[in-house]
T-cell receptor, first 114, second 114 residues
Framework: AQSVSQHNHHVILSEAASLELGCNYS??????LFWYVQYPGQHLQLLLK??????LVKGIKGFEAEFIKSKFSFNLRKPSVQWSDTAEYFC????????????FGSGTQLTVLP | EAGVVQSPRYKIIEKKQPVAFWCNPI?????LYWYLQNLGQGPELLIR????????DSQLPKDRFSAERLKGVDSTLKIQPAELGDSAVYLC????????????FGEGSRLTVL
């Protein structure tokens, strides 16, 4: 079975700082990778996803993530965060071809100070 | 397009009482999921339905939890009797058949067991 590790539980940044949230997964085969975001008081929603092809994927609101197969990583980045990016971020993985076996990491709470 | 609707949003009960949560998925989405989210953790799958068939319920504690999805649309998740450790957020999500793996989540039902 697959698993996901998010090493940063809580990250605090000032506006305009750069962001990188770590995500590592464990699975012996090919995977599909996702980042979901949960803004305060809102439901979980998809930020970006990787299935195949270019390992650098771009999502909504200026976020991007890079899949590094050799490191089993899918880190989330944003060059300049805004106060409105304050939210909880979840990395998730599913085996390719089994899109419905989604496993989530424990999440990273991002707080952006104005 | 209406999103995934869950009710109630909040529920407080005493231990040993029963509780039920309801979910209405996005119209046309054949796959429905119930996830459990404990504080500070990522969502964990309880059960997945393909239409009205439960195809993955390996993580559902069947001694006290039950779920149904009659007619392959709405779903109900029940706990009887509830225990203190059941305090959590219960998330419902749906996805279309043949979809990209993106799940659409409801806002969740927060259960507090006293």
């Amino acid at each position: 079975a697959q698993s996901v590790s998010q090493h940063n539980h809580h990250v605090i940044l000032s506006e305009a700082a750069s962001l990188e949230l770590g995500c590592n997964y464990s699975y012996g085969g090919t995977v599909n990778l996702f980042w979901y975001v949960q803004y305060p008081g809102q439901h979980l929603q998809l930020l970006l996803k990787y299935f195949s092809g270019d390992p650098l994927v771009k999502g909504i609101k200026g976020f991007e993530a890079e899949f590094i197969k050799s490191k089993f990583s899918f880190n989330l980045r944003k060059p300049s965060v805004q106060w409105s990016d304050t939210a909880e971020y979840f990395c998730a993985v599913t085996p390719s071809g089994s899109a419905r076996q989604l496993t989530f990491g424990s999440g990273t709470q991002l707080t952006v100070l104005p | 397009e209406a999103g995934v609707v869950q009710s109630p949003r909040y529920k407080i009960i005493e231990k040993k009482q029963p509780v039920a949560f309801w979910c209405n998925p996005i119209s046309g989405h054949n796959t429905l999921y119930w996830y459990l989210q404990n504080l500070g953790q990522g969502p964990e799958l309880l059960i997945r339905y393909e239409n009205e068939e439960a195809v993955d319920d390996s993580q559902l504690p069947k001694d006290r939890f039950s779920a149904e999805r009659l007619k392959g649309v709405d779903s109900t998740l029940k706990i009887q009797p509830a225990e203190l450790g059941d305090s959590a957020v219960y998330l419902c999500a749906s996805s279309p058949s043949g979809g990209s793996g993106e799940l659409f989540f409801g806002e969740g039902s927060r259960l507090t067991v006293l």
